[in-house]
C-alpha cells in the first residue's frame, strides 16, 4: 500500500492532527510507503482568493516541517518507508516564484506533486475546489461550464510545459479537480477530449499520475480524480498512477481506495 499525496498539521485549512497520528494510523492501514505532500507556500506577491488565506503552508513552518519529517523517518524507518515533499501550485504568472521556491527546497525533497487549484478569470483569480459558491462565480466570469473548463485544462498543460527548474515535480496531482463540483454543475460533453488531451501531454513528458481517492468523499463530485474510465485510458498509454488519499486528517488516509481500480496503480 503506497500513499504519495498526504497533508499535515502545517496546513491552515487541515486539521491538528500530529504528524504521528497520521503515521501511525498508516501502519494500522498496512502502508509500506506514505509521502507528506504539504500544500506549499503561496508565492508571496500572490494574493489567495480564497476568505481565510489558507490555501498554503506558511513559509516559516517550512524548515520546521522539513526536519519533524526528517525526525520521524528516522524514528519508524523500521515500520513504514516515509517520504517528504510538497503539492506545489503551478500559477500562471508565477512561475519565477515557485522555481525559486523548488530551487531552494528541492534537493532535500523525495517526491512532489504540481497541481492546479487556481484560475485567472476574467476579473478576478478563483480556487476551484474551495467552494461551490465561488465555483458558481467562476463559471459566471469565464462566461460558463465549457468555458471553465477549457481554462482548467489549458492551465493543466500549461503546468506540465513551464519551465519550474530541475526540482519541479513530475506528477501531476488529481487531474480532474475542475469536477468536484459535477452534482451541481455537470461536466460539458467535450471534458473527456480535453482530459484525453492533456494525458498525451503527460505521456509525452514521461510524467506520473495522482489516482486521488479525495473526490469519492465529497458530497457533490463522488468519484475518484480521474475517474476510472479516464484512469484506465492513462494506464493503457503507460502513464503511472500513484495512489494519493489527500488526507487532511489522520482518520481520512485510505479515502477513496475502494473505488480505485488498483491493478493500475504503480507499484
Not at 502545517?10 to 486539521?15: A, E, F, I, N, R
Not at 491538528?16 to 508571496?44: C, N, V, W
Not at 527546497?105 to 474551495?130: A, E, M
Amino acid at each position: 500500500m503506497i500513499d504519495g499525496h498526504i497533508h499535515t498539521p502545517y496546513c491552515p485549512h487541515g486539521s491538528s492532527d500530529t504528524l504521528k497520528s497520521y503515521i501511525e494510523q498508516a501502519i494500522k492501514r498496512g502502508y509500506q510507503s506514505m509521502t507528506f505532500t504539504e500544500h506549499a507556500p503561496l508565492p508571496s506577491t500572490f494574493e489567495d482568493p480564497v476568505p481565510d488565506k489558507d490555501s498554503g503552508m506558511s513559509f516559516r513552518q517550512v524548515e520546521e516541517y522539513l526536519k519533524e519529517i526528517d525526525r520521524l523517518k528516522t524514528e519508524y524507518q523500521r515500520e513504514i518507508y516515509i517520504q517528504k515533499g510538497f503539492e506545489v501550485d503551478y500559477i500562471e504568472g508565477y512561475e519565477k516564484e515557485v522555481e525559486s521556491f523548488l530551487n531552494t527546497y528541492g534537493p532535500s525533497l523525495d517526491d512532489s506533486i504540481l497541481s492546479v487549484h487556481f484560475l485567472k478569470g476574467h476579473s478576478q483569480w478563483y480556487c476551484i475546489d474551495y467552494s461551490p459558491d465561488m465555483y458558481r462565480e467562476a463559471i459566471h466570469d469565464f462566461g460558463g461550464i465549457d468555458q471553465l473548463y477549457q481554462a482548467y485544462y489549458n492551465t493543466l498543460n500549461q503546468s506540465v510545459l513551464s519551465e519550474l527548474g530541475e526540482y519541479k515535480p513530475n506528477r501531476v496531482g488529481h487531474m480532474t479537480l475542475v469536477k468536484k463540483f459535477q452534482y451541481l454543475y455537470p461536466a460539458p460533453e467535450n471534458w473527456e477530449k480535453q482530459a484525453h488531451s492533456f494525458l498525451e501531454l503527460v505521456q509525452d513528458h514521461g510524467y506520473t499520475l495522482d489516482y486521488n481517492g479525495a473526490g469519492v468523499v465529497k458530497e457533490h463530485c463522488k468519484e475518484t480524480y480521474p475517474p476510472l474510465q479516464t484512469a484506465r485510458q492513462a494506464s493503457s498509454m503507460g502513464i503511472p498512477l500513484i495512489y494519493g488519499s489527500d488526507a487532511h486528517t489522520a482518520a481520512g488516509l485510505g479515502q477513496g481506495y475502494d473505488s480505485i481500480d488498483s491493478q493500475l496503480l504503480k507499484l
